[in-house]
C-alpha cells in the first residue's frame, strides 16, 4: 500500500512542478496546449491539485503531526475541487485581449 501513496505523491510533485511553470512562463502541457485559454488559471489550478494529492500522501505516512481526519478530508477535497474548478475555468473562459497588443486591424 505504501508505493501506491508513494506514487501518488511523486505523481502530485510532477504535478506541482507544472503548475510552478505554467505560472512563470506560461507554458502548457502540449496535449492541454489547445484548450487552455488562461495559463495563470491552469497553473494555479495544476498548483492546488498536486498540492493536495502530496498532502494526503503525507498524512497517510507519518511524517505530519496529527491532524483530525475531519481537517484532512475537507482540507484535501476543498483545495482538490478548487484546483479542478480552476482548471475548468482555464479551458471555459474566453481568452482576454491585452490592452498592450492592438487587435486585429480590419
Same mark, same amino acid.
Given at each position: 500500500?505504501?508505493?501506491?501513496?508513494?506514487? %501518488?505523491?511523486?505523481?502530485? !510533485?510532477?504535478?506541482? %512542478? $507544472?503548475?510552478?511553470?505554467? !505560472?512563470?512562463?506560461?507554458?502548457?502541457?502540449?496535449?492541454?496546449?489547445?484548450?487552455? %485559454?488562461?495559463? /495563470?488559471?491552469?497553473?494555479?489550478?495544476?498548483?492546488?491539485?498536486?498540492?493536495?494529492?502530496?498532502?494526503?500522501?503525507?498524512?497517510?505516512?507519518?511524517?505530519?503531526?496529527?491532524? &483530525?481526519? /475531519?481537517?484532512?478530508?475537507?482540507?484535501?477535497? %476543498?483545495?482538490?475541487?478548487?484546483?479542478? !474548478?480552476?482548471?475548468?475555468? &482555464?479551458?471555459? $473562459?474566453?481568452?482576454?485581449? &491585452?490592452?498592450?497588443?492592438?487587435?486585429? &486591424?480590419?
Amino acid at each position: 500500500m505504501a508505493w501506491i501513496v508513494g506514487t %501518488a505523491v511523486f505523481l502530485g !510533485l510532477v504535478v506541482v %512542478a $507544472l503548475g510552478i511553470v505554467t !505560472l512563470r512562463t506560461g507554458w502548457v502541457v502540449p496535449t492541454a496546449r489547445r484548450r487552455v %485559454a488562461r495559463p /495563470e488559471l491552469h497553473g494555479l489550478g495544476a498548483l492546488l491539485v498536486g498540492t493536495s494529492v502530496v498532502l494526503q500522501g503525507l498524512f497517510f505516512f507519518p511524517v505530519l503531526p496529527g491532524v &483530525s481526519w /475531519e481537517a484532512r478530508f475537507f482540507g484535501g477535497n %476543498a483545495l482538490l475541487l478548487t484546483g479542478l !474548478l480552476l482548471l475548468a475555468l &482555464s479551458q471555459l $473562459l474566453p481568452v482576454r485581449r &491585452s490592452q498592450d497588443r492592438p487587435g486585429p &486591424s480590419v
